[in-house]
């Protein structure tokens, strides 16, 4: 008998251009959710955006409630479940960045509710994916989590956010050249699954990202928007897959070895983007065309531009391969000498 199941879980509507934050309401009421929306939100967001949200589901006299988180933790996800519980929630609006994204998205997993994403940065592929990603003792999870129903993405916002989360977003994206690389070496050698549809649609967003990448110009509306629909793209194979394989291998695995040794030294999109320069060289790939893709457009490409010590680059390398059970080309790790050796061959270093 044939026993092969998919499920790709998709949004509904998905709104990307000037001023359609405007258009949250209306995008939310088609989707006949009941109850009343919880803003999941993060101290600038709110300001930027959520304040704004919450005012129109006001307007609307869907009497929303906002909760503002701090981080990416289990701890936060139980906050909003809690805060969900406390004002009847019917669903939930994440408003901000990677993290209040991710913890909204997460929370509405377990309370079995909608969500909905609107992001305020172009920083990371997370705005589409049905996947959370959060930190927890020496290990990062990978976790299942409700896909958003609608997606809501102003273009005049993501444009007025800071430069560097923009070139964030498209490092996270370039990083799909590597994940896929990965994805396929851990099908060959361990019978992980692979989806090909999904692994082409990581590798044409990267390709169409740098293909563009003259074209991404702080200052440019049509840049945000160029980023934004390549981090829904990158989203929808993360999608495809049930997985985040196609957008996550060895050089997101160095990112979260980071976050362990040196929380918020650097954004999640820019350390992924040095890793990938490494994880290509150790692949015997073009490692100093996605170093000069990322030059482009202005994301940084070695530790000092990132703001973190060589040392500290090395040692994330040698223990990157620990942080979850995800085969990669780390294999069983890097140890110092080759460890220091690929970064001040790539001058990562
Ligand atoms: N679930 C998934 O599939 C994925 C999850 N992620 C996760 O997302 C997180 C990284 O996302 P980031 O957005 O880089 O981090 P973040 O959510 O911490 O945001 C970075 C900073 O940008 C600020 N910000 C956001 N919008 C702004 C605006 N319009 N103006 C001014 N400041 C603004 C935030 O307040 C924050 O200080 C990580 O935790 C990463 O693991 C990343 C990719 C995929
Ligand atoms: O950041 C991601 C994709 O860009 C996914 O995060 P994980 O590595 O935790 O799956
Ligand atoms: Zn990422």
Redesign the pocket.
Known sequence: MFDKTTWIRLPRNVLVGHGVLDQTVEAVSELHLQGRPLVVT????RE??AERVAADFEAAGDDPAIVEIES?SFESVQRVIEVAREVDAGYLVGV???????IA?MASDDLGTGFVSV???A????IV?G????PEGDT?H?VA?EPPLAVVADTE??A???WR?TT?GCA?IISNYTAVKDWRLANRLQNVEYSHYSAALAEMTAEMLVGNADSIKQGLEESAWVVVKALVSS?VA?SIAGS?RP??GAEHLFS?QL?RMVPDAA???HQVGVGTVVAEYLHGGDWRGIKQALATIGAPTTAAELGIEDETVVAALTAAHEIRDRYTILGNGMNEDAAIEAAETTGVI
């Open positions: 993060s101290p600038t967001p930027v955006a990416a901000g960045g990677g993290k209040a994204i991710d998205k992001p305020t940065a920083s990371h592929d997370g994916s996947r959370g990603s959060v990062r990978s989590a916002i993501l007025d956010a800071p989360l964030a996270d989203g993360m985040s957008a996550s979260h976050d954004l999640h999109g």
